[in-house]
């Protein structure tokens, strides 16, 4: 073999001048789509509503029992790169949408799958890039022209899209219950009319152990998930009451630096006692002053926000308290209860101080807590107590609700709404493969590869439903063919039907930003043709 034929195989090039890719990229691209398909498949038995649940040990021993894609994959230790990317895209989607997590996560895996036989056929990785990107943005298009727009005074739209949300969730019998509590939860912080979007930080979460789901209720006002403070004898509950919230400590002050006090006899003993209760009981009469009959107290790290002598104090007023207010919930009892936070003793007016009317410590459970309802110039606020018999059923009952708050936020977004159960993937695959065939060349043939993979969802949920998945996705696909764009897969009564005539219904932006992020997310990891470490 003549030397310059060897060094030109060497390099790559075949003898007529075709380039062939080298082998490190092909093994780098497959080792990535390996990986971040691992992932995908993870989490496929969790979806729809006859998906699995998973059950996650932290290393620290507790558990989490969950089928909310972003929550299994947040917990899981995934140490490949592009495994992460697959972690990453599910958050995503838990912020755009908040719904969807698992859906986005299993067609990104379904995409990269597509994308790898393409490869095998020689395609090359930025065609089969930019034909995905055309095709998400034709998606979402078709997906545009398919939903129905909805009005947010259409309670009935709102519940049965929440509902279907819970419905893949473990507390799916309760979303009776839980389903119309997110939407009025969601309509009272907004302005239904102006809102483009909901602040979910303005729906305070308090879980309560013990009972069951079918206690959580849904309170106007403000809850807190303690007991009253006060000494013996101090009220515990306070009629017309006048709320005052405090950021300073009702303790006597300390020195600055690690200072040392050396007291030589007990008559300068006694002097320092009787300063500290006259300092104290001087703040407790401002106090008073004002006309406060209930305190709030912000958490202090430096010292005691409140001692044992001011709570007598207090308690001899008739001022019932409530202390350890954590930082960041100052900001939602301000806007709840129309007050204002109160950083020293001068600025202890009457004008600072939120009006209630009643505030009340009452048994929930086995724990007690602090109820402010009748506020008289409310912030659009809302607190939600959800109860549980155990731990693990009453976090999940928290995420899916945040699931179904999500869902009403989307709608809030963007206004309209398509069928679910498969449906609009199913629309999308045949919808896309007949644009396909007004193509030519290779991107029709990547183009009609999208458009299979879409259907990986249909497939899926046929299959957690222990339905014939192949025989159940050819039919779905023929309805579609001949035009019944809102056929979907029934699980509960194992076939297709009119999905919207069983009310499951999702916001169009759940399905628009799953395909759009999951497309995103598969060329990003297409066009990685090396990985280099820095170690």
């Given amino acids: ?160 899209s929440a509902s279907t949300s819970l419905n893949s969730k473990v507390v799916s019998q309760y979303s009776s219950l839980l389903a119309p509590m997110a939407v009025d939860a969601v309509m009272r912080v907004i302005d239904p009319a102006t809102a483009k979007n909901v602040d979910l930080h303005d729906i305070k979460m308090i879980k309560k152990l013990g009972g069951t789901i079918e206690d959580s209720e849904l309170i106007d006002g403000v809850v807190f998930d303690q007991k009253h403070a006060g000494a013996p004898g101090a009220p515990s509950k306070m009629e ?67 001692n044992d002598l001011a709570l007598h104090f207090l308690a001899k007023m008739k001022i019932m308290v409530v202390k350890d207010i954590e930082r960041e919930e100052i900001e939602f009892v301000c806007k709840s209860l129309g007050c204002r936070p109160i950083a020293s003793i001068d600025h202890f007016q009457p004008d600072m101080l939120g009006q209630a009317e009643l505030v009340e410590e009452l048994q929930v459970g086995s724990g007690k807590v602090v109820k402010i309802t009748g506020v008289q110039n409310p912030g659009r606020t809302v607190s939600v107590v959800l109860r549980g018999s155990n731990k693990l059923v009453l976090e999940e009952a928290d995420r899916s609700v945040h699931d179904a708050l999500c869902v009403i936020r989307c709608l809030v977004k963007k206004r309209a709404l398509i069928a679910g159960g498969g449906a609009p993937e199913i629309e999308l695959s045949v919808r896309l493969s007949a644009y396909s065939r007004t193509l030519s060349g290779m991107e029709a043939y990547c183009i009609r590869a ?26 779905l696909r023929n309805h579609h063919a001949e035009g019944m764009k809102t056929a979907g897969i029934n699980v509960r009564k194992g076939c297709i039907t009119n999905i919207l005539e069983e009310n499951v219904i999702q916001p169009l932006l759940v399905s628009v930003s ?16 090396d990985i280099v470490n820095t170690r």
């Fill in 1 to 160: 073999m003549p030397e310059h034929a060897s060094s030109a195989s060497k390099s790559g090039f075949k003898g007529h001048g075709q380039y062939k890719d080298r082998e490190k990229p092909e093994y780098i691209r497959t080792s990535n789509i390996t990986a971040a398909k691992a992932v995908s498949d993870a989490i496929r038995t969790s979806l729809g509503p006859k998906g699995m649940d998973k059950m996650i040990q932290a290393p620290n021993g507790d558990v989490t029992i969950t089928n909310d894609g972003a929550t299994i994959l947040k917990q899981m230790q995934v140490l490949h790169p592009c495994a992460k990317m697959l972690v990453e895209l599910s958050k995503a989607q838990d912020v755009e949408a908040g719904d969807g997590t698992t859906s986005v996560t299993i067609i990104a895996g379904s995409l990269l799958d597509a994308a790898s036989k393409l490869l095998q056929k020689g395609i090359h990785p930025t065609t089969i890039s930019e034909a995905f990107k055309k095709a998400a943005a034709k998606s979402e298009e078709i997906l545009t022209e398919t939903a129905t727009p909805v009005d947010l005074a259409d309670r009935d739209s709102l519940v049965k």
């Fill in 240 to 306: 017309k009451a006048k709320i005052g919230l405090i950021q300073f400590c009702l303790s006597p002050p300390k020195t600055d630096m690690e200072n040392q006090v050396i007291v030589s006899d007990y008559t300068q003993m006694d002097r320092v006692l009787r300063e500290e209760r006259a300092y104290i009981l001087n703040l407790v009469k401002q106090i008073k002053k004002a006309g406060c009959n209930v305190l709030l107290i912000q958490k202090s790290i430096l010292r005691d926000a409140v």
């Fill in 450 to 475: 999208f458009a299979e993979a879409l259907e990986v969802i249909p497939y899926t949920l046929a299959e957690n439903a222990g339905l014939n998945p192949i025989a159940t996705v050819t039919e």
């Fill in 514 to 529: 799953a395909v759009k992020l999951a497309a995103e997310t598969v060329t990003q990891i297409l066009k990685i043709d």
